[in-house]
């Protein structure tokens, strides 16, 4: 059901604080200075049917963590300035590179969010640690932006040049 709706992706360190509640969940007209006329849907009204993938929650300020865990248990959130509540049928995925059990004993993290999102987890390993898959991926994106400026004439990568591609630490992983 989830997979045939919207994908809606939020990156929870790009927006600031103030604004993050509004934007996941939406807000009501009149409900702060500068909402629009008629008010504004959310992510995750946005995302119903579908997925909504959070992206860098471990960025998630610790006041909003609350509302979120409440939206996730009773599968309802309340929009910003409204008593009235919506209905939502969401599949989340969250992903980040903060280590969320460590921030649950400092008090950064909630322990009850972490384990409602932390289901199934899937960890992916940093390039650093995939040596094997630098190549394949350099040969991947050469193809790729070979084709999209129409640079016909590079044909690949010589020895040297995939000896320091494998070589270096990639510390932003594959960006």
Request: charged content about 30%; glycine content about 8%; overall charge negative.
């Amino acid at each position: 059901r989830c997979a045939k709706g919207p994908f809606v992706a939020v990156n929870c360190a790009a927006i600031p604080d103030n604004l993050l509640e509004s934007e996941l969940f939406g807000y009501e007209e009149g409900a702060f200075t500068g909402a629009a006329k008629g008010g504004r849907a959310g992510k995750f009204e946005i995302a119903n049917k579908g997925t909504l993938f959070l992206d860098e929650i471990g960025e998630l300020p610790i006041h909003l963590q609350p509302k979120l865990l409440r939206a996730l248990q009773e599968r309802k959130i309340q929009r910003v300035g409204s008593s009235r509540s919506i209905d939502i049928d969401i599949r989340i995925i969250a992903a980040t590179n903060r280590d969320l059990a460590a921030m649950m004993e400092t008090g950064e993290f909630r322990e009850d969010l972490y384990y409602r999102l932390n289901v199934i987890p899937i960890r992916v390993p940093a390039l650093r640690e995939r040596k094997e898959d630098i190549l394949m991926l350099a040969e991947y994106f050469l193809r790729m932006y070979r084709e999209m400026l129409e640079k016909n004439e590079i044909l690949g990568f010589d020895g040297e040049s995939s000896a320091l591609l494998q070589a270096y630490d990639w510390p932003g992983n594959v960006r």
